[in-house]
């Protein structure tokens, strides 16, 4: 089996440039693809209905 890295995402409170609004999970998010290194910035509203672990954690 091969594996390949797509993308990190990191979550934060902090605002950040190009932020996309994904109304259904309540959360912004960045393009991951605009980025060198594939991070995508992840910022959660306070009523998001996401698990904490994703919104407290990094994941690659």
Same mark, same amino acid.
């Given at each position: 089996?091969?594996?390949?890295?797509? #993308?990190?995402?990191? *979550?934060?409170?902090?605002?950040?440039?190009?932020?996309?609004?994904?109304?259904?999970?309540?959360?912004? @998010?960045?393009? #991951?693809?605009?980025? *060198?290194?594939?991070?995508q910035w992840m910022r959660f509203d306070?009523d998001c209905p996401l698990p904490?672990? @994703?919104?407290?954690?990094?994941?690659?």
């Amino acid at each position: 089996m091969i594996m390949r890295y797509h #993308h990190c995402g990191i *979550p934060t409170m902090n605002d950040f440039e190009g932020a996309i609004y994904l109304p259904k999970f309540k959360m912004h @998010v960045s393009d #991951h693809l605009a980025t *060198p290194y594939a991070v995508q910035w992840m910022r959660f509203d306070d009523d998001c209905p996401l698990p904490d672990l @994703v919104k407290t954690r990094a994941y690659a």
